[in-house]
Nanobody, 123 residues
């Protein structure tokens, strides 16, 4: 099982990007997914999370509220991060994370990380 993040790139301030994170392999479902980012010289920080299994809910960092939207296509085991009104301070490597149960035992879950995708916002 692996997570593959994509969709990063170079965009001007005020522009938009949509990141995708696909879980492939033996994936019965995604319980919880999240996007994190790490700028140079800074710690990795939470951007947004999405609880898919159970009580559906979202959570956003203050910096993402009103500009970013996390969503999923459960049939495709894919999680998205739509980013609008991008700012130079959004420049970072973005990582996806997913909590996924074992196909053989849905009560046992593991956290997986994608490889990261670079987002650069120019001023």
């Amino acid at each position: 099982l692996q997570l593959q993040a994509s969709g990063g790139g170079l965009v001007q301030a005020g522009g938009s990007l949509t990141l995708s994170c696909v879980a492939s392999g033996s994936v019965p479902r995604i319980n919880v997914a999240g996007w994190y980012r790490q700028a140079p010289g800074k710690q990795r920080e939470l951007v947004a999370t999405l609880t898919i299994y159970g009580r559906w809910s979202t959570k956003y960092a203050d910096s993402a509220k009103g500009r970013f939207t996390i969503s999923s296509d459960n049939a495709e085991n894919t999680v998205y991060l739509q980013m609008n009104s991008l700012k130079p301070e959004d420049t970072a490597v973005y990582y996806c994370n997913a909590n996924i149960p074992l196909m053989s035992d849905l009560t046992r879950t593991y956290d997986y990380w994608g490889q990261g995708t670079q987002v650069t916002v120019s001023s």
